[in-house]
């Protein structure tokens, strides 16, 4: 049965391809072929939005979901299925919900559609990906309990409903977290904050494959693994980003490079990853159709702060005066990433171009003068990195080099962890050496970045009180504006105690094929619903 | 036939143990599996606990590899790390592996014997070298080197072939990754087929056909040839597990749905069910490739039927 309705859909993905395939195919698919296009996917791994983090899986979600709040191109949030989001406290919010939005299967968007998915997402025996991001909500404990000391299983909890969260009535949602968040309505912008359809909950599995959402494009027949995912435009759509286009084929690449290669063969209309190594020739060959977007992901130099060879400030300072970003980023990235003197990605609101001041320009001279006063450094040096792209040991190859020419620390060795493995060496502090920290935006805020990494429990084992306050400030602040600030002043103590150095924002590069217009990829959307084909 | 059951009873241990051998492996592989599902993500506790736990990864080796092998004789490969069911999973996949080995496989063979007949009927001859030189230099270059540039040179600046994908069906899809992948098996056919004719050709049993007065075609087609061929089917069989390893690149490059992927992703991922129930079916594939292989010879020649 199952092979009969697999062969029957390739069968259908056969006929669909080969008819916009070029040649003027007989009008067999009517007008929806001819206004569709593809774009290049990764396997996701889930389409559930409580469940995947995944660059891959947003992609597709964005397009599937409405949340609640998006962030314009200038990183403020701007509200999408919310008609607005409010607190006096920044504890007790109050989401009010534009009424008339429907799910793809025809049932109402209400306040109960958010609870339940963000209830089913908070609630630990479900494990799935997003779970921490309801940390803050009032009741998170009792639906994730500790295991006992020496126990490696947790006690079943008792509830699966978040204290913290009260349908008020069909479009009012009220919110109480278990403290004071002023970047509450920034962080609904994330998918895993969307909303789930009853009808979802049936069957949980049969929806991860076949998600049912409030977005201007619907899934049209099941993702095929490793295939495809075909999206057609939701007719009963009444939010404010109407499909432009009759249908969207995601085509699944296992390699950046084959999805490339297609792009030029004019087989997939879009890709949002061209391959590095490629991009040179990309811009010529695209012209206009080459697009390069800033993102908020950053890489860092992380310091195990727990290892007294570490422990002096200067000695880190002198490493990050030491390092000439720009050279490497030209050398390594084609000189597409930026270079970067500040904690926090330069689309992020808040964010200064020169927050860490001299101590993140390169400065051999100042750097080894630095370096002789904390003491030097003896012994050898390990660098950690994972061997997830081969990038990795490049850049690092050449930090080791300038260490070495400019400090004169001769014995540097490389630590290359598997993927699988550095993570939780890292989580373990079983690293004893400067190491790579990468960090993938997850809403423009300052406190994504310096809370999570910077704030307590961090992997480079380092503490502070004063910026630990600062933070708790920050997130309580009555306004977004009246906490920036407030973050300014935590990232300013980060960069004077130089536990982790900035290193560098990195860019995506995309690009299109002349069958389509109307591209506004940005750093929070690939924006699918703009594209209209020629 | 007391042979053929013979050899399968030996499958047996044989099964027993490379599945073992490959769950081992995986499970001793370094990293944990689970936290990196989330990428630079945290993953909280009771997530970490709740999967560690559907997947049996807090018992020790050999108590995972017995579940593992009783759910699996009662057809239940488990589940990936995604929560997609395996046998699911390897369904839609074997098809797309079958159908790029069975292409490689023709391509080998015919062009394969082909280049070596003309070869050795014309020893040193431009042919002959041409054949030695193309072959050498098909055996000295890495596969995905021969991929990316048959993909870019046939596929895209010539599109003579799809650069990519299944969307055209068999054989139109398969072809130019069956040449690319069949490449370096048929250097090996070209050079032990003509290496084998010249020296049968030089036999007497050839020689005494000929002064029999049969005709040149049938002394190479029916004495020859036949006997130069035992060789080559023992390599043939054996070269489908290089098939297999080298269907890793191939799909990867073609972006062809198929096993090899399915492999590389899940040995990365250390999806110890995945890489396990692949395997099996692999080892189980090979085992009869290379009983029919021993059957062929017997059809060869006689003479081995009998011993």
């Keep these: ?534 | 036939m007391r042979y053929a059951l013979h050899r399968l009873l030996q499958a047996v241990p044989v099964f027993f143990v490379t599945t073992f051998l490959i769950y081992a492996m995986v499970f001793a592989l370094p990293g944990d599996p689970i936290l990196a599902l989330a990428g630079d993500k945290p993953l909280p506790d009771e997530v970490l606990y709740t999967l560690r736990e559907r997947y049996n990864l807090n018992d020790p080796l050999l108590v995972q590899y017995g579940l593992y092998m009783l759910h699996a004789v009662q057809g239940d490969l488990g589940q990936t790390f995604t929560g997609q069911p395996v046998s699911e999973l390897l369904q839609g996949r074997w098809g797309v592996t079958a159908q790029l080995a069975v292409t490689a496989w023709i391509f080998e063979l015919v062009v394969g014997i082909g280049l070596g007949v003309i070869a050795g009927l014309r020893r040193g001859g431009i042919t002959d070298t041409a054949v030695l030189a193309g072959t050498t230099f098909v055996i000295a270059v890495p596969v995905f080197v021969i991929g990316y540039t048959a993909q870019i040179m046939l596929g895209l600046n010539l599109s003579l072939f799809p650069t990519a994908g299944v969307d055209e069906g068999w054989p139109v899809s398969y072809l130019l990754p069956g040449m690319v992948l069949g490449s370096f098996g048929l250097a090996y056919v070209a050079r032990l087929t003509r290496t084998s004719l010249i020296e049968n050709m030089r036999a007497d049993y050839v020689r005494t056909a000929r002064a029999k007065g049969l005709r040149r075609r049938r002394v190479i087609g029916r004495h020859a040839l036949r006997n130069s061929l035992i060789p080559v089917v023992t390599f043939l069989g054996v070269d489908f597990g290089n098939l297999m390893a080298g269907a890793v690149v191939t799909e990867g490059i073609f972006n062809l749905p198929g096993i090899g992927q399915q492999v590389f992703q899940s040995i990365q991922l250390q999806e110890g069910p995945v890489v396990v129930g692949i395997v099996t079916v692999l080892v189980m594939i090979f085992i009869l490739v290379n009983l029919l292989v021993d059957l062929l010879y017997g059809v060869l020649d006689p003479r081995i039927r009998r011993g």
């Design chain 1, 1 to 534: 049965m199952t092979r009969t309705r697999g062969s029957a859909v390739l069968l259908a993905t056969m006929l669909a391809v080969s008819a916009c395939g070029g040649s003027p195919a007989p009008d067999t698919g009517g007008q929806q072929s001819a206004k569709e296009f593809s774009v290049a996917l990764t396997e996701p791994d889930h389409l559930t939005p409580g469940n995947t983090s995944s660059n891959y899986s947003i992609t597709v979600l964005q397009a599937l979901f409405d949340t609640l709040v998006v962030i314009d191109p200038k990183g403020q949030p701007q509200m999408r299925a919310a008609e607005s989001v409010t607190s006096d406290d920044q504890k007790v919010w109050t989401i009010k919900i534009k009424p008339g939005q429907k799910f793809h299967n025809g049932e109402p968007v209400t306040a109960g559609s958010f609870a339940d998915a963000w209830n089913a997402a908070a609630y630990g025996p479900n494990a799935w990906t997003n779970n921490y991001y309801f940390e803050n909500v009032e009741g998170f404990d009792e639906l994730n309990p500790e295991a006992p000391e020496g126990s490696d299983t947790a006690p079943k909890p008792k509830t699966d409903k978040l204290s913290g969260l009260k349908v008020v009535d069909d479009t009012t949602l009220q919110v109480t977290l278990s403290a004071p968040f002023s970047q509450f309505p920034i962080t609904l912008a994330y998918t895993g904050f969307a909303p789930m359809p009853k009808a979802a909950f049936t069957d949980l599995a049969a929806y991860d494959v076949k998600p049912i959402g409030n977005g201007p494009f619907a899934l049209d027949g099941e993702w095929v693994r490793n295939r495809q995912i075909k999206l057609k435009k939701f007719d009963g759509y009444a939010g404010p980003r109407p499909a432009k286009s009759a249908a969207v084929n995601f085509k699944i690449y296992e390699s950046r490079d084959t999805a490339y290669v297609d792009l030029r063969a004019s087989k997939v209309d879009l890709i949002q990853a061209i391959p590095p190594a490629s991009a040179g020739e990309a811009k010529r060959l695209l012209g206009d159709r080459f697009v390069a977007t800033p993102s908020g992901t950053m890489d860092y130099l992380g310091f195990p702060n727990f290892d007294k060879r570490f422990q002096n400030a200067d000695l880190r300072k002198a490493i990050s005066m030491a390092i000439d970003r720009q050279a490497i980023v030209d050398a390594v990235f084609n000189g597409t990433f930026k270079p970067m003197s500040s904690l926090v990605a330069p689309l992020v609101p808040g964010y200064r171009e020169n927050a860490c001041g001299e101590t993140c320009v390169f400065d051999k001279a100042k750097a080894k003068a630095l370096f002789d006063k904390a003491g030097g450094f003896s012994g050898t040096m390990n660098l950690y990195f994972s061997n997830a792209d081969p990038s990795y040991e490049q850049w690092m190859t050449a930090v080791a080099n300038q260490l070495k020419d400019n400090l004169g620390i001769t014995d540097i060795q490389f630590r290359k962890i598997p993927a699988a493995d550095y993570l939780s060496t890292l989580r373990e502090h079983k690293q004893d050496g400067p190491y790579r920290n990468n960090w993938v935006m997850d809403y423009p805020s300052p406190q994504n970045y310096l809370e999570t990494m910077w704030g307590e429990g961090n992997r480079m084992g380092w503490k502070n009180k004063e910026f630990n306050d600062l933070i708790d400030q920050a997130n309580s602040a009555a306004t977004m504006e009246a906490s920036i600030p407030l973050y300014q002043k935590a990232e300013d103590i980060a960069l004077s105690e130089m536990p982790m150095i900035p290193l560098w924002n990195w860019q995506d590069q995309g690009g299109y094929s002349d069958k389509i217009s109307g591209v506004q990829i940005d750093a929070y959307s690939p924006n699918l619903d703009t594209i209209t084909v020629k």
